[in-house]
């Protein structure tokens, strides 16, 4: 089945399936914008009130989604519980409010966030049944059954309705089907589990699901957590007056996001079409009172697109555009899509995915030394590409080259400490649950204990991070003159805070390092396939744990760009060829 041209296509009036107005209208405006989305469960119930939307995009297309979902007024709300999933409350008033669900990856388990590495097959293999893009039977049979095996380990009337719906037209070997073999190699064999929803033994099922989740966290070492009270159970989670404190704060949260700015739309995409210019890519990043545009335009585009956004009332300061908005201050960055161009012919088959920036920073203070970070999974091949620009660069300047594995400084003193503390600052954080330490709490204190827990994370965490920017700052401290390469650096830090602290907010962890580490003057990114850097270094993370620091630091990435993203699979040579190129033009500017 193919795409048509407009989702409102063929779409019958009083039909419980077609989607409301509202999300008709998103929809609409995501397929207009080019984004790959599917629905991934609930499609029978997408008009009916009170039901989450839960759909799939391509990673690579959300923030185009972002885009579309804040221009139609859409709030995004905090990512708490679920840290891989993004929500976005749309539509004025109840009747017409509708909760977008939106993952770009398929991840299950909230305490042991089990990655399925499915989500472009199902993506690739989408069907559209008329009026939305849905999985094709295998996949939604497999993703739904997944879902309740892992994250309910339980079966709600809708997801029988939809395996036993599916069940009869599977086909072997499908993605989601090779992902429940891997996850349970020891567990019933997958035509078993296909016969168990055939027959509609739930029971047996939900067993099924109970022992699968318990191997996980016994392999894993993960916290399990206390199981939900059940429905008419006597203990209440909030009080009358919590209950209306809350609603209260629900209410002013959308106003209060919408001040803040972190939903505005740029000014100056507008100021480019007013200009006539062509803009070859758009890139937003919103912040609290701080709202960024990075432009791509062509080298005979950029006075004419400077002097439209000096008509639309933008200054210049510094390196970018500046205005002050209703919701804080709007900055421009106009980058040329030439050189992104040569650098890509430079690397031959190799992607450079992003360029370097053209004005270097140079830290707090004039410096006269150019400092080159390297950072990426390991077995990315950062040493051999730090051999290479190290051996170019000795011929011409002073090189100095470091070595940053993350450290917790001051060490000596943090080795006083308790041990059972201490194991809580590193890489060996402890992480089986204490005897005792789900035993049953009485209803008016039910949710201090785990707040307290969460607060106590939140300041270890900080004091992790603190420490490791410390280190980091008096290790890459410059001196003299020359080149200082460092092997590991911000990036490497950031990611093995939040792979051993997941209960600790990332960005706060990644705002904390970046604030006492000073930015390099380029900063290199290695991107390599996680299943290649484990056959090239399977001694230490296996592939999950490779997977899951690859999209943490793909994360951090995108929120940044100045940094410059590579292809680590790339033939060595012509990776090297990209790094000097990008290292020559900041020393020649430098």
Same mark, same amino acid.
């Given at each position: 089945?193919?795409?048509?041209?407009?989702?409102?296509?063929?779409?019958?009036?009083?039909?419980?399936?077609?989607? $409301?107005?509202?999300?008709? =209208?998103?929809?609409?405006?995501?397929?207009?914008?080019? !984004?790959?989305?599917?629905? *991934?469960?609930?499609?029978?119930?997408?008009?009916?009130?009170?039901?989450?939307?839960?759909?799939?995009?391509?990673?690579?297309?959300?923030?185009?989604?972002?885009?579309?979902?804040?221009?139609?007024?859409?709030?995004? %709300?905090?990512?708490?519980?679920?840290?891989?999933?993004?929500?976005? %409350?749309?539509?004025?008033?109840?009747?017409?409010?509708? %909760?977008?669900?939106?993952?770009?990856?398929?991840?299950?388990?909230?305490?042991?966030?089990?990655?399925?590495?499915?989500?472009?097959? !199902?993506?690739?293999? #989408?069907?559209?049944?008329?009026?939305?893009?849905?999985?094709?039977?295998?996949?939604?049979?497999?993703?739904?059954?997944?879902?309740?095996?892992?994250?309910?380990?339980?079966?709600?009337?809708?997801? #029988?309705?939809?395996?036993?719906?599916?069940?009869?037209?599977?086909?072997?070997?499908?993605?989601?089907?090779c992902c429940y073999t891997r996850l349970s190699p020891d567990g019933p064999a997958a035509?078993?589990?296909?016969?168990?929803?055939?027959?509609?033994?739930?029971?047996?099922?939900?067993?099924?699901?109970?022992?699968?989740?318990?191997?996980?966290?016994?392999?894993?070492? +993960?916290?399990?957590?206390?199981?939900?009270?059940?429905?008419?159970?006597?203990?209440?989670?909030?009080?009358?007056?919590?209950?209306?404190?809350?609603? /209260?704060?629900? $209410?002013?949260?959308?106003?209060?996001?919408?001040?803040?700015?972190?939903?505005?739309?740029?000014?100056?995409?507008?100021?480019?079409?007013?200009?006539?210019?062509?803009? $070859?890519?758009?890139?937003?990043?919103?912040?609290?009172?701080?709202?960024?545009?990075?432009?791509?335009?062509?080298?005979?585009?950029?006075? %004419?697109?400077?002097?439209?956004?000096?008509?639309?009332?933008? /200054?210049?300061?510094?390196?970018?555009?500046?205005?002050?908005?209703?919701?804080?201050?709007?900055?421009?960055?106009?980058?040329?899509?030439?050189?992104?161009?040569?650098?890509?012919?430079?690397?031959?088959?190799?992607?450079?995915?992003?360029?370097?920036?053209?004005?270097?920073?140079? $830290?707090?203070?004039?410096?006269?030394?150019?400092?080159?970070?390297?950072?990426? *999974?390991?077995?990315?091949?950062?040493?051999?590409?730090?051999?290479? *620009?190290?051996?170019?660069?000795?011929?011409?300047?002073?090189?100095?080259?470091?070595?940053?594995?993350?450290?917790?400084?001051?060490?000596?003193?943090?080795?006083?400490?308790?041990?059972?503390?201490?194991?809580?600052?590193?890489?060996?954080?402890?992480?089986?649950?204490?005897?005792?330490?789900?035993?049953?709490?009485?209803?008016?204190?039910?949710?201090?204990?785990?707040?307290?827990?969460?607060?106590?994370?939140?300041?270890?965490?900080?004091?992790?991070? !603190?420490?490791?920017?410390?280190?980091? #700052?008096?290790?890459?401290?410059?001196?003299?003159?020359?080149?200082?390469?460092?092997?590991?650096?911000?990036?490497?830090?950031?990611?093995?805070?939040?792979?051993?602290?997941?209960?600790?907010?990332?960005?706060?962890?990644?705002g904390v390092v970046n604030a006492l580490a000073p930015a390099p003057d380029v900063e290199?990114?290695?991107?390599?396939?996680?299943?290649?850097?484990? +056959?090239?270094?399977?001694?230490?993370?296996?592939?999950? =744990?490779?997977?899951?620091?690859?999209?943490?630091?793909?994360?951090?990435?995108?929120?940044?760009?100045?940094?410059? /993203?590579?292809?680590?699979?790339?033939?060595?040579?012509?990776?090297?060829?990209?790094?000097?190129?990008?290292?020559?033009?900041?020393?020649?500017?430098?």
């Open positions: 089945m193919t795409a048509p041209t407009d989702v409102a296509t063929d779409v019958a009036t009083g039909d419980a399936t077609v989607p $409301g107005p509202v999300l008709r =209208q998103v929809l609409v405006a995501l397929e207009a914008a080019g !984004v790959h989305w599917v629905v *991934l469960r609930g499609r029978a119930q997408l008009a009916a009130p009170g039901h989450d939307v839960d759909l799939l995009l391509a990673a690579a297309d959300l923030p185009r989604a972002e885009d579309v979902i804040f221009a139609l007024g859409g709030v995004a %709300l905090p990512r708490r519980l679920h840290p891989w999933h993004r929500m976005y %409350l749309l539509g004025p008033g109840a009747g017409g409010r509708i %909760l977008l669900d939106v993952v770009t990856e398929i991840t299950f388990n909230r305490s042991l966030r089990v990655t399925s590495g499915i989500e472009d097959d !199902v993506l690739a293999r #989408r069907w559209w049944d008329g009026t939305v893009h849905v999985l094709q039977p295998s996949d939604l049979f497999w993703t739904v059954l997944l879902h309740c095996l892992l994250d309910k380990q339980a079966f709600s009337p809708n997801r #029988r309705a939809e395996l036993l719906a599916s069940v009869d037209e599977l086909v072997p070997g499908s993605p989601g089907e035509d078993e589990v296909v016969r168990l929803v055939a027959s509609a033994d739930w029971p047996a099922l939900v067993d099924v699901g109970e022992d699968l989740v318990r191997r996980l966290q016994e392999a894993d070492g +993960a916290t399990s957590y206390p199981p939900v009270a059940a429905a008419g159970s006597s203990a209440r989670p909030w009080t009358t007056a919590r209950g209306r404190v809350r609603s /209260v704060l629900a $209410g002013a949260y959308p106003h209060v996001w919408r001040r803040l700015g972190l939903g505005a739309t740029p000014r100056a995409v507008a100021a480019a079409e007013r200009a006539g210019v062509d803009v $070859g890519g758009v890139r937003v990043v919103r912040r609290p009172l701080l709202c960024t545009a990075v432009l791509s335009v062509e080298p005979e585009d950029a006075e %004419l697109l400077r002097l439209g956004l000096r008509c639309d009332g933008f /200054v210049p300061v510094g390196a970018g555009w500046h205005r002050m908005s209703a919701t804080g201050l709007e900055r421009v960055v106009v980058r040329s899509t030439r050189s992104i161009g040569e650098d890509s012919e430079q690397g031959g088959d190799m992607t450079v995915i992003r360029t370097a920036r053209e004005t270097p920073r140079r $830290g707090n203070g004039a410096r006269n030394r150019l400092v080159v970070s390297f950072s990426g *999974l390991d077995g990315a091949g950062k040493t051999r590409q730090i051999d290479a *620009l190290v051996t170019a660069l000795e011929a011409r300047h002073p090189v100095d080259l470091r070595w940053l594995p993350f450290r917790i400084w001051p060490q000596g003193l943090l080795n006083r400490l308790p041990a059972d503390f201490r194991s809580r600052l590193g890489p060996r954080r402890t992480t089986t649950p204490s005897p005792g330490r789900h035993r049953p709490r009485a209803a008016s204190g039910a949710g201090t204990p785990q707040r307290t827990r969460g607060v106590l994370w939140r300041c270890i965490g900080t004091l992790a991070a !603190v420490s490791g920017g410390m280190s980091l #700052r008096r290790e890459a401290r410059p001196a003299g003159t020359g080149v200082l390469v460092l092997d590991r650096y911000r990036l490497d830090a950031i990611v093995k805070l939040q792979f051993w602290y997941p209960d600790v907010p990332g960005r706060w962890l990644a290199f990114l290695l991107r390599v396939d996680p299943e290649v850097a484990y +056959a090239r270094k399977p001694e230490q993370w296996s592939v999950d =744990q490779l997977a899951r620091q690859s999209r943490l630091y793909d994360g951090l990435a995108a929120d940044r760009p100045e940094v410059v /993203v590579l292809d680590a699979q790339a033939r060595p040579d012509e990776l090297a060829a990209a790094v000097w190129t990008h290292v020559e033009r900041v020393l020649d500017g430098h």
